[in-house]
């Protein structure tokens, strides 16, 4: 095992705590044989045998002793060249690095197709969620049209935090790193990166193609507000940070972004730092996914799961299913993507201002679905909600929308998902 922290300890507990059923299950005792850490003097689990800790990573993945490399370092060096490594020596590798997926993907799964080994990644997205095998393998009888994730366990419990108590996203942010949420550098969460990472592993397999975390646009959520949040809260929204894989006119997309979703829609009620991931099929219908998304047990879970499963497929001198990116599809870039969007605009309360306003939506050939009109003094507050338009023309409709003298300033604004699929799924 390459890695003995977070993930690496929940791994080393499950071969120890459930060492027999596991055995049962494999067919074969699973032995952690050398652990490679960079820090040998620091103090581990019980469960960790500490005269198998090993300062010389690539030793370990050589050590004839080693017939399967699991890796839970994270990052991209050195463990994208260990990887390599010890597929070229024929060992099977099990990873929950999604980083190193989402950006080298391709490459690893050639190596390990060229030998013709496993590598299984369940534990790389949605943790304990087992997700990656039914979207390889349990739902490849149908043809998949969208993937709505909550991916982010940290950008969740933050966000329910800020809609639950009122808390701006600073003091939120502040108790998810006390609790242990949030990591001391929380930008990889609150950022997107992780998600786009998460995002980018769920369009490859849902959709057959190739997605790297570059094709996934992104936006964190940083700039979310109390005041976003108290909005959509009024209208019947929920605000989360989604992960979103679409398929439609032969293209895929894929961009992780905060969204407000209808508070009736199951994703609206998935609260904490649980994950979970929505899909959308034309055989299914929808299928929802929910659990622990990070963690050391739930994480570990997943890991020893593929574990047990490359141990059966060695067992039978088999492997089990490889790299399932088959088609050349073109991603979409955000610009040409179909959204929703919530505004909010405060504009003079004068005959005709209305009829302004709704003309620069028609303008740019947005369609208006809701609109809901307050007084206050002198001004009104209008609160809008689009029908699916390109992006492309919902943020030239916000810039003109911002230059109009009557308006005197866009307040929320944000992306509405889950209400209009079928406009989308009927193109
Ligand atoms: N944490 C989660 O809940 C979770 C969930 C899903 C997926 N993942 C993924 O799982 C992987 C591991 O995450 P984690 O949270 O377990 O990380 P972590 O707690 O930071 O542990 C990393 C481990 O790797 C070791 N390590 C790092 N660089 C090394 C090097 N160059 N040579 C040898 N050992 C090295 C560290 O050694 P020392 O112990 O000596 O520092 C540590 O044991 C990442 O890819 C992450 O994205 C994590």
Not at 60 to 74: A, F, L, N, T
Not at 265 to 279: G, I, K, T
Request: aromatic share 4%; with cysteine.
């Amino acid at each position: 095992m390459l890695g003995c922290g977070v993930v690496g300890t929940g791994v080393a507990r499950l071969l120890t705590e459930h060492a027999e059923p596991i055995r049962d299950r494999a067919g074969v005792a699973l032995q952690l044989q050398r652990i490679a850490v960079r820090n040998l003097a620091k103090k581990r689990d019980s469960s960790v045998d500490m005269t198998r800790l090993s300062g010389d990573a690539a030793a370990v993945v050589r050590d004839p002793e080693v017939d399967v490399v699991v890796e839970v370092m994270g990052g991209i060096e050195p463990a994208r060249s260990l990887i390599l490594e010890a597929l070229r020596l024929g060992k099977p590798v099990v990873t929950a690095n999604k980083e190193l997926l989402a950006a080298n993907g391709a490459e690893l799964f050639d190596a390990a197709e060229a030998v013709g080994v496993d590598l299984k990644f369940e534990a790389s997205v949605a943790g304990a969620i087992p997700i990656i095998h039914p979207l390889k393998e349990s739902l490849s009888g149908d043809r998949l049209r969208r993937v709505l994730g909550i991916v982010n366990g940290t950008t969740n419990y933050v966000l329910w935090r800020m809609a639950t108590t009122g808390a701006t996203y600073d003091e939120a942010l502040a108790e998810a790193t006390e609790l242990g949420y949030a990591e001391p550098d929380p930008s990889s969460d609150v950022e997107g990166f992780d998600a786009a990472a998460k995002c980018a592993i769920l369009a490859s397999l849902a959709f057959n193609a190739r997605v790297v975390a570059s094709d996934v646009y992104r936006e964190g959520i940083t700039d979310v507000t109390a005041a976003d949040i108290a909005a959509a809260s009024r209208m019947g929204y929920t605000v989360k940070l989604l992960a979103i894989a679409e398929l439609s006119d032969g293209q895929v997309s894929a961009r992780v972004h905060p969204a407000m979703i209808p508070s009736t829609h199951p994703l609206a009620s998935v609260n904490e730092a649980y994950n979970a991931v929505f899909v959308e099929g034309d055989a299914i219908g929808q299928l929802m996914f929910y659990g622990r998304g990070a963690g050391s047990l739930p994480t570990g879970s997943a890991v020893v799961g593929d574990l047990v499963d490359v141990a059966r497929n060695r067992a039978q001198g088999a492997r089990g299913v490889g790299c399932t990116c088959l088609y050349d599809l073109g991603v979409r870039g955000m610009d040409e993507v179909d959204t929703q969007y919530y505004l909010a605009l405060d504009v003079a309360d004068r005959p005709g201002v209305l009829a302004q306003v709704a003309a620069v939506f028609g303008e740019h050939g947005v369609s208006i679905r809701s609109v809901l009109q307050r007084g206050r003094g002198d001004e009104a507050q209008l609160v809008l909600v689009t029908h699916l338009a390109k992006e492309r023309a919902m943020r030239a409709t916000l810039d003109a929308l911002r230059e109009l003298d009557e308006v005197s300033s866009l307040g929320s604004v944000m992306r509405v998902e889950g209400e209009e699929a079928d406009e989308v799924m009927a193109r």
